[in-house]
């Protein structure tokens, strides 16, 4: 019986003799549209399988397309889902009681390991909502805003290929996870020459960044520029239009928008339903009202549109980093404050203050009046948001990170269900979630 | 702000002020963001009311344990507890976002659930429960999401300690 060999109780899926109407209706995903009524009639329906034909199994946490360690417990009869119970926290490292203990100066460095493959978005959200507390969200210098715009489409690029190269190895077009990964490490590479860090940059501070952009930096752009777009064609060629990858993708992981609404669910799953909700266009930051692009929306909810609008999302972004180039201003790239500045490097050697203003705001950073925020973003993956309250120390009092990843694994199991076992990959897949993000 | 379709009892007539109360509830301004303070039993209420308004999703839901910090700001007519329920609503019609701070005391840390108006909000309110121990009544799956079953304790509570390794850096004398 699958109840002895159980390890870890109530976090697991429940045989189905043991479940309650209102624990299956969460789990099959009636939950949506039924009442408890109507779903405990659902329960016995005649087509309900007996528990002795269907098997519980567990696929993951350690399986190549899970994308890390996400472990779902699927029930099957034969090769159909019938439930699926994603089970998380196998990389808790609890991110979000490290942050009590960071200042508002060393904060970047935790976020940014939350979502590992959009890790500027991530350093974005916590410097808006630290900006926010400090009141000084409108007196960042115009080149810092324009660069971290720059930065975050570039890392949307970046987190996108390797989307293209991990959901083509997950379908079994193996060569794309190479192609991906090498378009992939173009951006990396300009993101090495500005932050000095392929990943996990923390070059989005408080103020603004922590540089300027390197000489050459224009030229490094374009020059992605004018790479990227052939090589999406070529993708194209590979995968869009083959017969096979459609037969794949088409039709399999349906969401309708109602139940990606109430699901919470944001970014490329809650597009691909048809509801146009992109926070760069209809909440803007930064400068985003400023630029012109298009919010790229699916028709179906599955998993060709979620591929589909991840693709052309990588060309909006090309666009947006054009304009962003024309626009680049001169000018300083964080704030002039000394509350949340350190002092310049050549001013450290000739003077004694700065040199004692540089030591105390590493040492102690700076205080944050009291308060508490909410700020939310785009990221590749969807909204993240960041909660922010403030005791008036140098240490956020809570800091909550709104990760989407952790919001979107909540649909797989209305995803997956009725679907073959062999579709469950690229469910997975076409739900992109980071579980660094996911269990933080 | 498009907050002017709340009811308001504020008879000035003055655009920008935020509204006194949303539903009978205490409102506050935090940072130009819109803070409602509903008490325990109101909290699913308000919610509806605010689902019925136009907030379709719920975004974000978190707690805060405010046991180190009690005497912070909060509007007339709301008692600080030590722990705080905090909800995110999103308006993709109007664009607008509204948040829902609820006050929970420690001796009796139980909220009703919102599953039944945002079943999105499942998984985290599970994790509320795993990192404060805040139990959520009525909620499906009642159990530890992120820290393994056996657990004992919730992590984000301020009364429970940051575990720390000592480090050891080589070549140094000790």
């Known amino acids: ?440 | 702000m498009s907050d002017t379709e709340h009811d308001t009892t504020d008879a000035a007539g003055d655009m920008d002020a935020p509204p006194v109360d949303i539903h009978g509830c205490p409102v506050s301004d935090s940072r130009g963001q819109v803070v409602v303070h509903p008490d325990r039993d109101r909290y699913v209420d308000v919610v509806k009311a605010l689902a019925d308004e136009g907030y379709a999703m719920c975004v974000d839901l978190t707690a805060v344990d405010y046991l180190e910090y009690v005497n912070r700001p909060l509007p007339p007519g709301v008692a600080p507890e030590r722990f705080e329920v905090v909800a995110n609503l999103l308006d993709i019609t109007n664009r607008r976002r509204i948040r829902l701070r609820v006050q929970v005391p420690a001796d009796d840390a139980v909220v009703p659930t919102l599953f039944d108006v945002h079943p999105g909000t499942e998984a985290m309110e599970r994790e509320v429960y795993d990192m404060f121990g805040i139990e959520f009544s009525g909620h499906p799956d009642p159990s530890r999401i992120l820290m393994p079953e056996d657990w004992i304790g919730h992590p984000l509570r301020k009364d429970y300690e940051v575990g720390q390794i000592p480090v050891q850096f080589k070549g140094a004398n000790s």
Request: proline share 6%; charged share 25%; aromatic share 6%.
């Open chain 1, 1 to 440: 019986m699958i109840s002895s060999i159980r390890d870890e109780g109530a976090q697991e899926m429940r045989a189905r003799s043991e479940l309650t109407a209102r624990e299956l209706m969460r789990e099959v995903g009636a939950v949506l549209r039924m009442s408890e009524a109507e779903a405990a009639k659902l329960g016995d329906m005649p087509e309900d399988p007996d528990e002795d034909q269907t098997m519980i199994i567990n696929m993951g946490p350690q399986h190549p397309s899970t994308h890390g360690v996400l472990r779902l417990m699927l029930e099957l009869q034969g090769e159909t889902v019938l439930r699926c119970k994603p089970i998380i926290g196998y990389l808790h490292t609890g991110m979000e009681k490290t942050g009590e203990q960071l200042t508002f100066m060393q904060g970047g460095t935790n976020v940014t390991r939350m979502d590992y493959l959009s890790p500027l978005n991530n350093e974005l959200v916590f410097s808006m909502a630290t900006e926010q507390l400090l009141g000084i969200d409108g007196d960042i210098p115009e080149r810092a805003v324009w660069m971290r715009m720059l930065l975050s489409e570039l890392n949307r690029m970046s987190s996108h290929l390797l989307f293209m190269a991990t959901n083509g190895m997950d379908l079994g077009a193996v060569s794309m996870m190479i192609y991906g990964w090498r378009e992939r490490e173009e951006v990396l590479r300009f993101f090495q020459k500005v932050t000095g860090l392929r990943m996990n940059h923390n070059f989005i501070r408080p103020g603004g960044v922590a540089a300027d952009l390197p000489p050459g930096w224009r030229d490094d752009v374009l020059r992605l520029l004018d790479l990227i777009p052939e090589r999406l064609d070529e993708y194209d060629v590979l995968m869009t239009g083959q017969p096979i990858w459609r037969e794949r993708l088409q039709g399999v992981g349906v969401i309708t928008p109602g139940e990606a609404l109430a699901l919470g669910a944001t970014g490329p799953i809650l597009r691909s339903t048809g509801v146009a909700w992109d926070l760069r266009r209809d909440l803007p930051y930064l400068h985003y009202d400023q630029v012109d692009f298009d919010v790229i929306v699916g028709s179906y909810g599955d998993a060709f549109d979620r591929y589909a609008i991840r693709l052309n999302e990588i060309r909006e972004s090309m666009k947006i980093v054009r304009q962003i180039l024309d626009v680049m201003p001169m000018g300083d790239y964080r704030i002039q404050n000394k509350k949340v500045t350190p002092p310049p490097r050549a001013r450290i050697d000739e003077s004694m203050e700065a040199l004692i203003h540089h030591f105390k705001i590493f040492t102690e950073g700076f205080k944050v009046p009291e308060g508490e925020v909410y700020v939310g973003i785009e990221s590749p993956r969807g909204e993240v948001g960041c909660y922010i309250a403030s005791d008036g120390s140098p240490t956020p009092y809570r800091m909550h990170v709104r990760a989407p990843s952790f919001v979107n694994v909540q649909c797989l199991p209305h995803m997956m269900r009725g679907g073959l076992v062999a579709d469950a990959v690229a469910v997975i897949s076409s739900v992109d979630p980071v579980l660094g993000e996911v269990d933080r």
